[in-house]
């Protein structure tokens, strides 16, 4: 189970830190990874973190600006986003796989619910 948090409402330049929390299996070995969806938008990557190492890779369009971490004592990863942009307004969400290396959407497996970022200009 995947439960993201942290979202709200944020003036643009500003910063937020998503969360998502991992229940019920070892994410240890999985690749953690967040997407977002605008209204009428197609759900989009956003970036991704393998557990184990720690690499990370992100989007274009966020990269210099978001940051993926895990705690692993805590069983959590975070997006920290900063300078953000109007045009981040999306609901975030986090989604795992237990091995797959990718930015499409149809090969995470689990999914947690999203949460609501709105960057105001």
């Known amino acids: 189970q995947l439960q993201a948090s942290g979202g709200g409402l944020v003036q643009a330049g500003g910063s937020l830190r998503l969360s998502c929390a991992a229940s019920?299996?070892?994410?240890?070995?999985?690749?953690m990874a967040w997407f977002r969806q605008a209204p009428g938008k197609e759900r989009e990557f956003v970036g991704a973190?393998?557990?184990?190492?720690?690499?990370?890779m992100y989007a274009d369009s966020v990269k210099g600006r978001f940051t993926i971490s895990r705690d692993n004592a805590k069983n959590t990863v975070y997006l920290q986003m900063n300078s953000l942009k109007p045009e981040d307004t999306a609901v975030y969400y986090c989604?795992?796989?237990?091995?797959?290396?990718?930015?499409?959407?149809?090969?995470?497996?689990?999914w947690g619910q999203g949460t609501q970022v709105t960057v105001s200009s």
């Open positions: 989604a795992a796989d237990r091995s797959r290396w990718s930015t499409l959407v149809n090969l995470y497996d689990y």
């Open positions: 019920g299996r070892t994410f240890s070995t999985y690749v």
């Open positions: 973190i393998r557990w184990g190492s720690g690499i990370t």
